[in-house]
């Protein structure tokens, strides 16, 4: 391959001075090639002491949207509004001083642009942090998560740097000074724990392809209408079971919605609010208990496992084995981390995962060797068409039908 020239490098500087790029119609795949290409040349150019700069600067850049999103800036600008200082601080009574320095910083991560003295105009990325937009939800739930992974580096200094794997003994208790398990301490804090529900449907809604597209739904054939057909297990407000309803309206059997009795509630509220008929059936169900619906033909959990360890993802896998029968299957939608050359995505959602839960992103061998320590068979694992961020696949296994009862569960946990 030839070194890059200087007119190759006059034309990256050429589109980079256009817009956003964003109508330009493109595969997934070659957009998230460009990216990552885009990411290597950038390294390529930059000298030590610019890439040290850059590492430092990761968590100032989410606070200082956090505090743009708190001062009600990206409302003042939104709908493309060009703003001065009497705007920004109509609401928020913040010292000009401030607000100056705080749209310096904007400008300098292209949020805004000066457009004259103390006037700004926002650019296309400052649209999404207004209200009404989710990412405005993931801005939030990020610091608040990014608390924990800041003190990961003292954490595992006082645990002499052994891995985390205890749900209850991670560095989001060390860093909050509780003894909830994080998911506990939601109850307490309504904001935080709105912005992660809100976020999360979002990333339900929006992935670029469903797992029924990619897995053969045909493997689900059932002839009894009684029989159970798929149990959505920690399913929130059903978002992934009601697309598999309206895209299978033919299956036979009954849909099952299952998740925390207060979330059920929500859910049940929703469809009401929605007016948006289903025939799933909305059970609470704790799946730390025993699975109250036998045979199922499919249990299905989606980015469940990865907020737990091992040894509480044994716990949960144990009782829906124990429920299943024969010809059941169990349908683990997951995220699958590299083996080698992980994306930053990846492994920054490793650590989050450790940050919060002394959990993990796994690999594809780390996700079979749990599957099998807990007593399954995987039979295939089905991967999307479409490699987007953060974008599952499918794990279908069966239980082994060899292992002996142990506490009154057959299963594979100690």
Not at 92 to 112: G, K
Not at 313 to 341: F, W, Y
Not at 374 to 398: I, L, R, S, T
Request: hydrophobic share 40%.
């Amino acid at each position: 391959m030839s070194e890059i020239s200087l007119q190759d490098i006059e034309k990256i500087i050429q589109i980079a001075e256009k817009p956003r790029a964003g109508d330009l119609k493109i595969d997934e795949n070659v957009r998230l090639s460009l990216m990552q290409a885009l990411g290597k040349l950038k390294t390529s150019f930059e000298t030590p002491l610019e890439a040290t700069f850059e590492l430092a600067q990761g968590p100032g850049k989410n606070m200082i949207v956090r505090v743009a999103i708190d001062m009600g800036i990206f409302n003042a600008m939104a709908g493309g509004k060009e703003v001065g200082m009497a705007e920004l601080t109509a609401s928020n009574n913040a010292d000009p001083a401030l607000v100056v320095r705080v749209m310096r910083f904007l400008s300098a991560i292209n949020l805004t642009k000066e457009v004259g003295p103390q006037r700004w105009a926002p650019l296309p990325l400052a649209g999404v942090y207004a209200d009404g937009s989710v990412l405005r939800d993931a801005v939030h739930h990020f610091f608040c998560n990014a608390q924990a992974m800041m003190k990961i580096p003292f954490f595992l200094q006082e645990t002499k740097y052994k891995e985390p794997t205890d749900a209850f003994n991670s560095p989001w208790q060390y860093t909050y000074g509780t003894k909830k398990h994080l998911f506990d301490w939601y109850h307490d804090h309504p904001d935080d724990a709105g912005s992660f529900n809100r976020f999360m449907r979002i990333i339900r809604l929006d992935s670029p392809e469903e797992w029924f597209d990619f897995f053969p739904v045909d493997r689900l054939s059932n002839s009894d209408p009684e029989r159970p057909l798929y149990i959505d297990m920690g399913g929130g407000f059903g978002h992934d079971i009601i697309k598999f309803e309206k895209a299978n309206p033919n299956l036979t059997g009954k849909l099952i919605l299952q998740d925390l009795p207060s979330v059920i509630a929500g859910a049940k509220e929703r469809a009401k609010k929605d007016n948006d008929p289903t025939k799933v059936e909305m059970i609470g169900h704790d799946f730390f208990t025993p699975q109250p619906v036998k045979n199922a033909k499919a249990y299905y959990l989606r980015g469940i496992l990865h907020d737990w360890p091992n040894s509480t993802c044994l716990q949960i896998l144990g009782h829906i084995r124990a429920a299943m029968a024969p010809d059941s299957l169990l349908l683990v939608n997951e995220t699958v981390t590299p083996e080698k050359d992980a994306p930053v995505f990846a492994t920054w959602l490793d650590f989050m995962m450790m940050g919060c839960f002394s959990a993990l992103e796994r690999t594809h061998t780390q996700w079979l060797e749990l599957l099998d320590e807990a007593g399954f068979d995987v039979v295939k694992v089905w991967e999307p068409k479409h490699m987007a961020m953060g974008q599952g696949f499918v794990f279908e296994a069966k239980a082994k039908q060899d292992l002996p009862v142990r506490n009154g569960v057959q299963n594979g946990v100690h």
